[in-house]
């Protein structure tokens, strides 16, 4: 079945480090792949989507690059700010209605 | 910004109450999402709605229920709340029509304390 599998928090950085977040999915077919971000408190919030391969999805700072060849969709900032501490989920969405979510990380930006 | 949004955003209720969640969308999206999120941080779909009057169970078992008679509210009603129902409730919601690669919207969450 569809899997999606994050690597596990939490990530703790100081301001301005280089952040990855590494995921990387199962599927049948070609998915639909998603970053979202939940601050505290919040729901969640799209931050990135690429819908085929080699597509790469940025936004404030934050890019990530579909990789067919090793089913992966990295999350990778190169400046974290204390304001991007929060939890980033990896999802992925096939032909079918769901989304299946991976199991999120928990990013620690200190100033 | 998405315009999903979901009452009462805090919740503490003594066992055995029933309670009703409520989410709204006025995007015009056909599908709707309840997802129970845990501690821990991990989501769990708990039910989904193609389009009014069409309710399925999601990969989690809930003794929660849904009713979707309009399209912009999909409720979430607890019979019998308990202990064990204490957790974070997310609504979400997609359009259709074009294809898979468009996103969910998510409320703010429900945070729900049984007592």
């Known amino acids: 079945g569809n899997s999606v599998t994050q690597m596990e928090g939490p990530v703790t950085l100081s301001e301005e480090a280089f952040l990855t977040i590494n995921c990387t999915y199962t599927?049948?077919?070609?998915?639909?792949l998603f970053w979202y971000v939940q601050y505290p408190g919040e729901g969640l919030q799209l931050l990135l989507k690429a819908t085929k391969a080699d597509d790469k999805g940025s936004n404030k700072g934050f890019e990530a690059t579909y990789r067919k060849e090793t089913t992966s969709f990295h999350l990778e900032k190169g400046s974290v700010q204390v304001s991007d501490s929060a939890v980033y989920f990896c999802a992925l969405r096939t032909g079918g209605f769901k989304t299946i979510f991976g199991a999120g990380t928990r990013l620690f930006v200190k100033a | 910004e998405a315009d999903i949004y979901q009452t009462p955003r805090y919740l503490v209720i003594g066992t055995g109450k029933k309670i009703t969640l409520e989410c709204s969308q006025t995007m015009g999206h056909d599908k709707m999402y309840w997802y129970q999120q845990d501690p821990g941080m991990e989501l769990h779909l708990i039910h989904y709605?193609?389009?009014?009057?069409?309710?399925e169970k999601g990969d989690l078992s809930s003794e929660s229920t849904v009713s979707r008679i309009r399209t912009e509210h999909f409720p979430l009603t607890l019979e019998s709340a308990r202990p064990s129902h204490t957790s974070q409730y997310l609504c979400a919601s997609s359009v259709t029509g074009t294809g898979y690669n468009t996103e969910a919207f998510f409320g703010q969450g429900t945070r729900l304390t049984v007592v």
């Open positions: 709605s193609y389009g009014v009057n069409s309710t």
């Open positions: 599927a049948t077919g070609y998915p639909s």
